[in-house]
């Protein structure tokens, strides 16, 4: 994609493939006009981003970053899992309801 993206510019540093075969450092991100990562790259640092304490780097916003501005288009070439399924019980929903709730009530079940 890279390649196609320079030929088409004319200019060989227009577009910047990052991906395990083409590392380079979170620095440099912001370079190159036109970032190629993979949809995983982008997933993974929107992760990292929702747990912002590991994301020491700022992956997200290194993507996000050209010339010292945010980017004005971002495009996924592909559709990203953002939905995953996740079990819960009452044990862990506990400490994110004030105490005194029973969860026995068919209303408080309704509403989660």
Same mark, same amino acid.
């Given at each position: 994609? $890279?390649?196609t %993206?320079? *030929?088409? &510019? /004319? =200019?060989d540093? !227009? $577009?910047?493939p990052?991906? &395990?075969?083409?590392?380079?450092d979170l *620095?440099s991100?912001?370079e190159p @006009? !036109?970032? %190629? %990562?993979?949809?995983k790259?982008?997933?993974?640092a929107l992760d990292? #981003?929702a747990?912002? =304490?590991a994301?020491?780097g /700022? +992956?997200?916003? $290194?993507?996000m970053?050209?010339g /010292?501005?945010?980017?004005?288009? +971002?495009v %996924? =070439?592909e #559709?990203?899992d +953002? +939905?995953?399924g996740?079990? !819960?019980?009452?044990?862990s929903l506990n @400490?994110?309801?004030? &105490?005194g709730v029973?969860f026995?009530c &068919?209303?408080m079940?309704?509403?989660l």
């Open positions: 994609m $890279a390649e %993206i320079n *030929k088409l &510019s /004319g =200019d540093d !227009v $577009a910047k990052h991906h &395990s075969d083409n590392r380079f *620095k991100f912001g @006009p !036109v970032l %190629i %990562i993979t949809h790259a982008y997933e993974l990292r #981003a747990q912002r =304490d994301d020491e /700022g +992956v997200i916003d $290194a993507f970053m050209y /010292g501005d945010r980017r004005k288009l +971002v %996924i =070439d #559709a990203l +953002v +939905v995953q996740v079990r !819960v019980d009452l044990t @400490p994110y309801f004030p &105490s029973d026995r &068919s209303e079940w309704f509403l």
